[in-house]
């Protein structure tokens, strides 16, 4: 049953007084069920105590001698950028020193700063580009900073409020995509602009993207051997994109490139890129997924020289490149787990080495020091905490600098892949961490975690706050690796496309009836939770399988799919969900959008927490609150929360972050845990 009628679009409004009074009367409701509960004070307590433990791994970056980190606690709750050295850090000392003070300049300014990023300019790392969050917020303000002298750069390069990409050319000349107020936007809200800005002088004008364009961005790769490549990407769509070089005098060059591959970094004179199409090149047919080297120089000069690094298969995709000064290190995911391959150059040609590799768990490089072959990576899986390890290429084994401690007893607990079939036959895998030992017959309490879009793979992670609140308590805890996802690569994202979107949410149903099949769970005991495209997909399970699950955690969802191209980012998206405004596509988003699927009789729906953020400037709140009270109207156990900073991201601090958990986990106690 689809509604037309949209009585709920006042509440879109950002800053009017009747959307913000509704926001307020169902804040109050949720604190009073949620943090009114007495579990909730010492869960919070619990989480941030685990948020500020000083022997959590202090994340570095690399540069000039100096390992930087940015540090959040108590004193500090918006956080302060550090430096260290490296012997220093090694041995567990603490003498950092503060170079970036983000509560003095919040304070001085009286502004509601958060740190969004540091970007050093690389070969003088002392001067750097803050960008600046209000709440949380996607748009930033970005300033030129000196990290050695703990300043503002007096008449440095400043840029106001906004979506912007800004990146450094050299040490006077910046690449700038403006995305503030009276700049060229794209209809997605977006820089259509590329400008270089050299210090002193006006700027220039690079390129101006086409008025139906998603973005454009613009930086610069270093090579120690071969200079510099400065890159132009055209986003046509979110997918779609055209590259091209920026040569000295500024003039774009366009690379004769697929439209739908990623260029990934610069080594050596070759573009190492990743495809998402075949591609017929240099009298070879390549398939989608497939990691190549092409020569630089030859695309200048239309040609094409291309050398394929890894050929996909149905059980692998490459998740993440690195570039060390001599090599290129791949992060190639196997069935979901991680495994690294290296590659140098030897005669013309690169050539595979072995790297050593955990045997499980899932890697995530964290840095790449400039002009060396050092590698900063962590490790984990869901009983193993992280550990930060440094790997020198050609070394025998890689360094682990840092272990975080463990949260909890992980021995009485198991975490094993299974696999669901869905309604054609695939395989659909997850991840299941539950009790060793169970009583046979007796369902136990289970959090399904899904999110199955933009090709964004969900992998294992260390489950330092579910370990101790949930597990500990009795529950078990499930991923699944829904078509939509970049798990297996390009064909496992397409599957669930545009179209073919509710591919994964019977994906997603599947895994939960197979967790009943295997005598796991019951729907009574079964809770869904997601966020973002998650927070789309667990609201169409919603109301499309209200008889599988009990509860529902919906975080900064979508919900309204014939309006979302209308509200902020949205229009961005067209590539993943399709057009509300193309006939074909409006049909198949009416056929799932959830706001217009909720049943006029919904008393017998799973309870319904959803959630979401005042300061999002990327998918916008109206999505949650539409929902919220559409669920009201047709009777279901809805609770709604919306905070005022923290963004998509929830880039708010730790206080907000342990507070947003504990509401949740409470949420799950109430309609899992306590008897009904």
Not at 209 to 230: Q, Y
Not at 293 to 310: F, K, P, T
């Amino acid at each position: 049953m689809t509604r037309t009628a949209d009585p709920y679009q006042w509440l879109e409004s950002l800053d009017g007084a009747d959307a913000r009074a509704w926001v307020g009367e169902r804040n109050e409701r949720a604190r009073a069920a949620l943090e009114g509960d007495a579990r909730f004070p010492e869960l919070k307590r619990a989480i941030l105590a685990n948020l500020r433990d000083t022997r959590q791994i202090p994340y570095v970056s690399e540069h000039d001698g100096w390992l930087y980190n940015f540090h959040q606690d108590e004193t500090q709750p918006r956080g302060v950028y550090r430096r260290i050295r490296p012997a220093s850090y090694r041995e567990g000392r603490q003498d950092w020193h503060t170079v970036l003070d983000i509560d003095a300049i919040a304070h001085d300014e009286g502004a509601d700063w958060y740190l969004e990023g540091v970007s050093h300019y690389t070969l003088e790392p002392e001067l750097c580009l803050v960008s600046l969050t209000p709440g949380g917020s996607d748009a930033t303000v970005t300033r030129e900073y000196h990290l050695g002298e703990g300043r503002f750069v007096d008449d440095g390069f400043a840029f106001p409020l906004g979506k912007s990409h800004i990146a450094w050319q050299d040490r006077d000349t910046l690449l700038v995509c403006p995305g503030w107020e009276g700049a060229e936007l794209t209809g997605a809200g977006y820089p259509a602009t590329v400008w270089r800005a050299r210090r002193g002088e006006a700027p220039e004008c690079l390129f101006q993207a086409p008025a139906d364009s998603m973005m454009v961005a613009a930086w610069r790769f270093l090579c120690p051997e071969r200079g510099h490549w400065d890159m132009l990407e055209v986003s046509d769509s979110f997918y779609a994109r055209r590259h091209a070089r920026i040569v000295d005098s500024g003039e774009p060059v366009f690379l004769p490139l697929p439209g739908r591959a990623e260029v990934l970094a610069w080594i050596d004179g070759d573009l190492i890129i990743k495809l998402a199409e075949h591609w017929q090149a240099d009298g070879q047919r390549f398939a989608p997924g497939s990691l190549l080297a092409v020569e630089g120089e030859a695309l200048r000069e239309g040609r094409h020289r291309v050398q394929c690094l890894i050929a996909p298969d149905a059980h692998s995709s490459v998740e993440s490149v690195e570039t060390t000064r001599s090599a290129i290190v791949v992060n190639l995911l196997s069935n979901v787990q991680s495994r690294l391959v290296g590659f140098r150059r030897v005669e013309g040609r690169w050539q595979g080495f072995a790297l050593p590799t955990p045997e499980h768990g899932v890697i995530e490089f964290v840095d790449q020091p400039w002009n060396s072959d050092a590698l900063y990576y962590s490790y984990c899986d869901f009983l193993v905490p992280s550990g930060l390890y440094r790997l020198q290429i050609g070394d025998d084994a890689p360094q682990c600098l840092r272990s975080q401690p463990a949260a909890f007893d992980a021995a009485p607990f198991v975490c094993e892949q299974w696999h669901a079939v869905a309604d054609d036959g695939t395989a659909i895998p997850y991840f299941i961490v539950m009790p060793r030992q169970r009583e046979a017959g007796v369902p136990l309490p289970t959090l399904l975690y899904g999110y199955g879009g933009f090709e964004v793979p969900m992998l294992p992670y260390y489950v330092e706050n579910f370990g101790p609140h949930w597990l500990e308590k009795g529950g078990a805890f499930v991923v699944a690796n829904i078509r939509g996802g970049g798990e297996f690569g390009p064909a496992w994202h397409q599957a669930a496309q545009g179209v073919n979107k509710p591919v994964s949410f019977e994906d997603f149903a599947a895994v939960a009836r197979d967790l009943a099949a295997r005598g796991v769970t019951d729907a009574r005991h079964l809770a869904i939770e997601g966020g973002s495209n998650g927070g789309l997909l667990v609201a169409a399970s919603l109301v499309r399988h209200p008889e599988l699950f009990r509860a529902v955690v919906c975080e900064v969802p979508l919900t309204d799919m014939l309006r979302y191209t209308r509200l902020l980012a949205g229009a961005s998206w067209v590539d993943e969900y399709g057009d509300p405004d193309e006939a074909g596509d409006r049909a198949a988003l009416a056929a799932y959008s959830p706001y217009h699927h909720v049943s006029d009789n919904a008393a017998g729906y799973p309870s319904v927490f959803l959630t979401t953020s005042a300061q999002d400037d990327r998918v916008h709140p109206a999505h949650a609150r539409k929902m919220a009270a559409r669920l009201e109207e047709a009777g279901a156990d809805v609770l709604f929360f919306e905070t005022r900073d923290g963004g998509h991201g929830g880039n708010a601090g730790q206080e907000a972050t342990a507070a947003d958990l504990a509401r949740v986990l409470v949420f799950l106690y109430r309609t899992l845990f306590d008897p009904s």
